[in-house]
């Protein structure tokens, strides 16, 4: 299995910035496919973006010019640069992996975006 640990959520006006990390630890070896994931009050887990082994990236249609998602493969860390965040930013962002082992979450990071 693989574990998870976000960090790097917080308060952030409108036009801000915030970089979200994950660590994994684990069977990281088997990693396929890294992810996050957000959930706003009342709404469904939706994709913002992931990262193959390989190093391509796709991104929700709402987030592509703003977000960037990136790995470190030397500190086992994926991250999720945010820019120009909107208030319809703000939701519970999730990190997910695919390995070998399955799928694994993360206990997920607040990202509020208000003035």
């Known amino acids: 299995q693989v574990q998870l640990v976000e960090s790097g959520g917080g308060l952030v006006q409108p036009g801000g910035s915030l970089t979200l990390s994950c660590a994994a630890s684990?069977?990281?070896?088997?990693?396929?496919?890294e992810d996050w994931y957000r959930q706003a009050p009342g709404k469904q887990r939706d994709l913002v973006a992931s990262i193959t082994k390989g190093g391509s990236t796709n991104y929700a249609d709402s987030v592509k010019g703003r977000f960037t998602i990136y790995r470190d493969n030397v500190k086992n860390t994926v991250y999720l640069q945010m820019n120009n965040l909107k208030p319809e930013d703000t939701a519970v962002y999730y990190c997910?992996?695919?390995?070998?082992?399955?799928?694994?979450w993360g206990q997920g990071t607040q990202g509020t975006v208000s003035s």
């Open positions: 997910h992996v695919i390995s070998a082992s399955g799928g694994s």
């Open positions: 684990g069977r990281i070896f088997n990693i396929y496919n």
